[in-house]
């Protein structure tokens, strides 16, 4: 099966992840390429599709077979030749004007997943309406029709062209960040890549900026050290004991894909993404002038909703999966857009969240602002209030997902809270607005067979607290 969730096509090694269904993927989408032939996109038949891949077990040889496959349907396949962020591969899309790029990556997921990121003209994440379109002309395909070429004839024929497009990445993310600034500063960073793909392309930004950079768990580990590569308090805690230990003044660290980002200040202290995200929107706002609405995911902080109200400005709320972060900043031109998982993106960069230009923006931001991360989120707080969130996430079975989601969407049935609620939402999980504020929503993730619970209320015993009825209510 092939199944398209908000973060692509993502699948077990060896049960979905496998070559005939890479290769199904692949043909369904030359398919849908070579029908636009009599309609208004003509040009896209010359234009290649951009293929990357990430640093997962089997990701080079994944790309190679769907770039085989497009081959041999006479789809020129422009190909980056070494293990590369998703964001480059996205920046890529959009320089080349191509009408279709795909990541080979599973993001943040365990190690035995793997899966394709699909993006469209502008390096956009694919919409619902394209992958459903995907996966129509997938049911509709007879295996025995799909042909692939040998990859080195595929390079001789020039129908596969192996590129290198990392300086330019790099270049564009170093023209818009305040380099000067960084270089008085001289700050001493450790990166971590989460044996991931971002240590060339974040480490030479901020080398070029003269900042001292150091990198741990930089190797190429498909099991990623034993540890889930996604940038969270339990996963760096390695990263955390260094900074202090050797007197940091940050601690960077990026997904297995490079697309979401984690801090660690220079006291050890884990920065939550929505903590991120407050800080670089009140900085581009109020230290670089630049003004603009801000959009989140559902389960996002509305810490941003306050600060958002205070600049004059709008806040959107969107479902998660940043197709609909990105697809509403466009059409609002929002200065800034991101989610509680460490995804963000600024306007007037790529149409995607990025985790190298993000790292890149912070630096500029610390170096600037001159005041450690905790006294700039203390006045955040001053001003906007503070807010503290609780998770919660728990594996779920396919029968126990049904039951729940006939509880919560069908029967629509709720907990009781000793809380007054203003509104319940149904736009992306179950979310329920409390009147003094605080929220908490339950979803099921669309990457990983997984059941999350977010709440942020004013502090941190209040939101464990809400979490506690939701999950009671739900016997977890």
């Known amino acids: ?69 497009l081959a041999a349907e006479e789809i020129p396949v422009h190909l980056i030749h070494y293990d590369a962020p998703t964001p480059l591969i996205m920046y890529q899309v959009l320089q080349e004007h191509s009408p279709y790029g795909m990541a080979v990556t599973a993001s943040h997921n365990p190690a035995e997943y793997n899966g394709v990121k699909i993006f469209t003209s502008g390096g956009r994440d694919a919409t619902e309406e394209v992958t459903d379109e995907i996966e129509a002309e997938i049911a509709r395909i007879d295996p025995a029709q799909i042909r692939s070429i040998k990859y080195e004839d595929a390079v001789k024929q020039g129908l ?183 995804g963000l993106t600024v306007r007037g960069h790529i149409h995607g969240k990025d985790g190298v230009y993000a790292g890149a923006l912070l630096v500029e931001m610390i170096s600037v602002i001159g005041k450690s991360l905790h006294e700039t989120l203390e006045e955040i707080h001053r001003k906007f209030g503070s807010y503290v969130m609780d998770e919660f996430d728990c594996q779920m079975s396919n029968e126990r997902k049904e039951k729940l989601k006939h509880l919560l969407f069908e029967q629509k049935k709720i907990p009781g809270f000793p809380l007054e609620i203003e509104k319940i939402s149904y736009l992306d999980g179950c979310k329920v607005y409390f009147k003094n504020g605080g929220w908490v929503i339950c979803r099921f993730s669309g990457t990983e067979p997984v059941l999350r619970i977010f709440s942020e209320m004013e502090s941190a015993e209040e939101s464990a607290r809400v979490t506690h009825i939701f999950r009671d209510f739900l016997g977890l």
């Not at 398209?4 to 005939?20: N, P, W």
């Not at 008085?184 to 990166?191: A, G, N, Q, T, V």
């Not at 959009?295 to 205070?310: G, Y």
Request: charged share 25%; glycine share 8%; hydrophobic share 40%.
């Open 1 to 69: 099966m092939i199944q398209f969730g908000t973060g692509g096509f993502r699948a077990i090694i060896g049960e979905d992840f496998t070559r005939s269904n890479l290769e199904l993927l692949s043909f369904a989408l030359a398919k849908m390429i070579r029908r636009s032939k009599d309609g208004e996109r003509e040009k896209e038949q010359s234009d290649p599709v951009v293929i990357g891949y990430d640093r997962r077990f089997l990701s080079d040889l994944a790309a190679k077979w769907i770039a085989c496959v």
């Open 160 to 342: 596969i062209v192996e590129i290198d497009p990392q300086n330019n990445y790099i270049d564009s993310i170093l023209s818009v960040i305040d380099t000067e600034a960084i270089k008085r500063k001289k700050l001493k960073i450790l990166l971590d890549p989460m044996f991931g793909v971002s240590k060339t392309t974040l480490q030479t930004i901020l080398l070029t900026c003269r900042c001292n950079v150091e990198v741990i768990h930089d190797r190429h580990d498909t099991l990623f050290g034993g540890r889930l590569p996604a940038p969270n308090s339990t996963t760096l805690t390695h990263l955390a004991q260094l900074v202090v230990q050797n007197g940091y003044d940050l601690g960077i660290a990026t997904d297995g894909d490079a697309d979401r980002i984690g801090l660690i200040d220079a006291g050890g202290d884990f920065i939550h993404p929505n903590d991120i995200l407050v800080l670089l929107y009140y900085y581009l706002h109020e230290y670089k002038g630049w003004n603009g609405a801000v959009v989140r995911n559902i389960a996002t902080t509305h810490c941003l909703d306050k600060m958002a109200e205070s600049f004059g400005e709008a806040c959107y709320e969107v479902p998660v999966g940043f197709k609909h972060i990105s697809s509403k900043m466009e059409e609002t031109d929002a200065l800034i857009g991101g989610e509680s998982s460490g």
